[in-house]
């Protein structure tokens, strides 16, 4: 049977065509100057301030000199000068090429690792800002940013950590370094964001895990991280604002039977049911492909979802949709109605 692939949830890079970062500058990457150590909120505003209305009248010079004093040895002038760095890669794709290539991302880099949780925090935010760039995304990880975002994400403060999971999301986008990601132990800090984190926080851990989980080997790693869990905690309640995003990963993690397996202990069969019942139309379609990848190869697990009153809601979804998902909803009921006793099956399987 042909399986039909979902390329990336709602809002997700790929499916958007850009980062949070770049159309909401609050989703993924910046927090406020006001309040942070070292400046008073009044300075920090004027600075703010200071940096957008100039930004486009840095020198290459001035670039270097703040480069140059990101390894002073006096933290206030570290601070100042990843700050300004980092606002100046937020408003403006050109200036997030120019400052990578005056050398900016291995002391950027270094800063991850930083006693002073604020400059971490601003660190993060100027690695993130520049990944915005897909040429900057190479260096970074050439750098060893990937092991010191994953210890931010484990130990960070709130803001780092978030930031953390979106600058991994952008990396993750490289050819061949999800898995590399996976294998750094990035996927149970991530499974912790998802079920402890912010609301922000939490969006922004699906998203990096939905890139992640692109990688098969990373398939097991989040089951095992606990990830089915809190996924079916955020699917089954609307206030979450996280339906589809926790829907569409989870229908990743089905792809193996560890994770078809884990998600049914959990009761995710009548979430998922429900969620075809009265759900919107995109959470009824990757409800159904849900189901359809929990019943496919088990008729234990065909019996669970009969029992649960899917059939009524499918039937009527097979007469709503587009032909590919009607197509894929008419399977999935020829399977529910398949007689499931071992000796009818084993009748069925001779010659």
């Not at 484990?154 to 952008?170: K, M, V």
């Not at 979430?271 to 159904?288: N, W």
């Not at 088990?298 to 669970?304: E, Q």
């Amino acid at each position: 049977m042909e399986m039909m692939v979902i390329e990336s949830p709602p809002e997700c890079p790929r499916y958007m065509g850009r980062s949070y970062s770049d159309y909401n500058s609050d989703r993924c990457g910046e927090f406020p100057l006001a309040g942070s150590p070292g400046a008073s909120a009044g300075g920090a505003s004027t600075l703010r301030c200071l940096l957008v209305s100039s930004a486009a009248d840095y020198s290459d010079e001035v670039v270097r000199g703040l480069i140059s004093d990101l390894d002073s040895s006096s933290v206030e002038s570290q601070r100042r000068a990843v700050m300004e760095l980092r606002h100046l890669a937020k408003h403006s794709p050109e200036n997030r090429l120019r400052i990578a290539r005056a050398g900016a991302v291995a002391p950027l880099v270094s800063l991850l690792s930083h006693p002073d949780p604020q400059l971490q925090e601003h660190g993060v935010t100027a690695i993130l800002n520049l990944s915005l760039c897909d040429e900057n995304k190479g260096p970074i990880a050439a750098a060893g940013a990937v092991r010191h975002l994953v210890r931010i994400l484990r130990c960070g403060t709130p803001a780092a950590r978030e930031n953390a999971a979106c600058a991994i999301l952008r990396l993750a986008q490289l050819d061949d370094l999800g898995a590399a990601i996976g294998r750094s132990g990035a996927i149970p800090p991530l499974v912790a964001l998802l079920e402890t984190g912010s609301s922000r926080g939490k969006k922004d851990a699906a998203t990096a895990l939905f890139a992640l989980l692109a990688a098969k080997e990373n398939k097991a790693r989040a089951v095992e991280a606990g990830v089915v869990r809190p996924l079916l905690d955020l699917m089954a309640d609307p206030e979450s604002g996280m339906v589809d995003k926790a829907a569409y990963v989870l229908h990743r993690v089905l792809s193996e039977p560890q994770g078809r397996a884990s998600a049914v202990e959990e009761g995710g069969v009548p979430v998922l049911v429900e969620m075809v019942e009265v759900g919107s139309q995109r959470q009824k379609e990757v409800g159904m492909l849900s189901l359809l990848e929990i019943c496919e190869e088990s008729a234990a697990y065909r019996k669970l979802v009969v029992r649960e009153g899917a059939i009524p809601p499918l039937v009527a979804l097979s007469q709503s949709s587009s032909r590919k998902i009607k197509d894929k909803a008419e399977a999935l009921i020829e399977l529910l109605r398949q007689p499931t006793t071992p000796g009818v099956n084993r009748a069925k399987a001779m010659p």
